[in-house]
């Protein structure tokens, strides 16, 4: 199979596979995207107003143009995601062929695996949720590929250009900007220990001039935004994502998730009001606490990639066995590469908040990689994969691209599971429909959008997501009896209270109502009961 055909192939293969997802998720939606979709409707009618340092803002960015020519909010996120998928793809591809040249047909095997694991991934990421992940690492692995080009070295251009990218990497997620900078300095200790072992290193380090020209072009792209937020925020700012996610661990919330608990706030999606921030080194207690949280995710995090962890596992265990004859192979740089570049990325996770998004879209490529140079490594310094190159026929090597794609799929197992999961039970994601049907009651019952709250924070902000106006929905209150939410939601000015019941349960429902009608201005509640799809709604 020739590498361009085989390119080919993973496009048309994501390309129907999660177009087809994505129809199946078409009104499905999450709470980010509610604030990436307000971020962008805002850049459109107020752009003053659309600054904020909880999310970052080239998804919102690239769904303006698409708001503005009338396709609607959730296929604009749809069309961003699988047009993200194509460039992650491409950007793979493009590293893999840098890495191993397509002149060999074990090189060749290898490109084909390291495809299957992108094409995998680009199909997940493109449905899993409608948020900026993919866009992220698709714009990441397309910096690898300009940075690690031997002309960047030492064309300032070239160097330049890896400098935009980074700066677009930013701008779709903060994290990257710390990443990238971090993985950089690695990359460059890399190359100097490779320096000292390898007569003909297979990658340059960047000169002065051209590390300069890189810092200029990154500088140019995110320089602007940061000092928007830094003037609003009224310190040096480049996000408040990760100020939040480190918040949301500290010694009194880990494991309780305040994020979404906050008190009564107007706008509170845009803005969250963290939990307490804390420090690692203000207290033994605290250094010992975040200890705890990086293990823990550390094991989190080993969970999450199980199968691209055994597969470069199972091939550094082959090189190792094989090291008196292949340890100065120029090709191991490769596979150290890809092991530490996976080292770096995941280090800066350990400290917050983990979860699956974050973690695999990059790591995966990058642990298969490694793979692929350890075992490349062994085939050039022994026989072992020698019998790999007599398949001359095209039929031949077709056989063997199938061979290496199904190894790879079977190491890709819990990722596959996981994209079935999200073709049919939709996990973090809930239907608009529903919310879209209470929205239609409340109007055909000349209810207007008003200050509103929930019991239920997310249903209540979907709501209000149907209604168009996310402004207006506080959240939910933090009092436990009904005479303390009463008197919460009256000082907080909401007149629109949403009030979620179990099938049956109508007892909670009456305390509320009676405290709140004793008051002069009483606050109007929807008893909405809860039925499979929670439309079914009684207005009191």
Excluded at 124 to 142: E, K, R
Excluded at 329 to 344: D, S
Aim: charged fraction near 15%; include cysteine; proline fraction near 4%.
């Amino acid at each position: 199979m020739k590498i361009s055909a085989g390119l080919c192939v993973s496009l048309a293969v994501f390309a129907g596979s999660a177009a087809l997802i994505s129809v199946r998720q078409a009104d499905y939606v999450n709470a980010d995207f509610v604030a990436y979709s307000t971020v962008a409707h805002r850049v459109i009618g107020s752009p003053a107003n659309s600054v904020t340092g909880s999310w970052s803002p080239l998804f919102s960015w690239l769904m303006v143009p698409l708001l503005t020519i009338g396709i609607q909010d959730l296929i604009a996120g749809r069309i961003i995601l699988l047009i993200s998928g194509l460039f992650y793809i491409g950007a793979v591809h493009r590293l893999a062929v840098k890495f191993f040249s397509p002149e060999t047909v074990f090189n060749r095997l290898l490109i084909h695996a390291l495809m299957t694991c992108a094409t995998v991934q680009a199909i997940w990421f493109a449905t899993y949720l409608l948020n900026p992940d993919l866009l992220a690492s698709a714009v990441i692995f397309w910096y690898f590929v300009i940075v690690l080009e031997e002309r960047t070295a030492t064309h300032m251009r070239w160097s330049f250009l890896a400098g935009i990218f980074l700066g677009m990497a930013y701008l779709s997620k903060a994290y990257m900007l710390p990443f990238g900078l971090a993985q950089l300095v690695m990359m460059t200790a890399s190359n100097l220990a490779f320096h000292r072992r390898l007569e003909s290193p297979p990658q340059r380090m960047l000169q002065l001039t051209s590390f300069v020209s890189l810092i200029v072009g990154l500088g140019i792209v995110a320089g602007p935004w940061i000092a928007i937020l830094s003037h609003k925020y009224d310190r040096l700012t480049f996000t408040n994502a990760g100020r939040a996610n480190h918040a949301n661990v500290g010694p009194r919330s880990f494991g309780q998730d305040p994020l979404w608990h906050p008190p009564l706030t107007r706008d509170y999606i845009l803005e969250p009001v963290i939990a307490e921030e804390w420090s690692p080194f203000s207290s033994f207690e605290n250094l010992r606490h975040q200890c705890r949280v990086i293990l823990h995710n550390l094991t989190n995090c080993i969970g999450l990639i199980p199968g691209w962890l055994a597969l470069s596992g199972l091939a550094f265990c082959l090189w190792f066995r094989h090291k008196q004859t292949a340890s100065q192979h120029h090709r191991l740089q490769i596979a150290w590469w890809g092991l530490l570049t996976t080292a770096v990325y995941c280090s800066g996770y350990l400290m917050v908040n983990l979860e699956t998004r974050y973690i695999v879209p990059v790591a995966a490529p990058l642990l298969c990689l490694s793979a692929a140079g350890f075992i490349s490594v062994v085939a050039h310094e022994s026989k072992l994969f020698g019998i790999l190159d007599v398949a001359k026929s095209v039929r031949g090597e077709w056989r063997l691209a199938a061979t290496a794609i199904l190894v790879v799929m079977g190491f890709a197992a819990v990722d596959l599971y996981s994209i079935a999961c999200v073709a049919i039970f939709h996990p973090q994601s809930t239907c608009m429909k529903q919310f879209r049907d209470i929205a239609r009651q409340l109007d055909d019952a000349g209810i207007k959008d008003r200050l509103s709250a929930s019991n239920r924070w997310h249903d209540g902000l979907y709501i209000a997501y149907a209604r168009g106006n996310v402004s207006n929905y506080l959240g939910t209150p933090q009092a436990s009896n009904p005479t303390d939410i009463a008197d919460e939601l009256l000082s907080s000015g909401v007149s629109l209270n949403y009030l979620w019941l179990e099938q049956n349960d109508t007892t909670s429902a009456e305390d509320q109502l009676q405290a709140l009608a004793g008051g002069k201005d009483c606050v109007t509640i929807l008893g909405l009961k809860t039925t499979s799809h929670m439309t079914e709604i009684i207005i009191r």
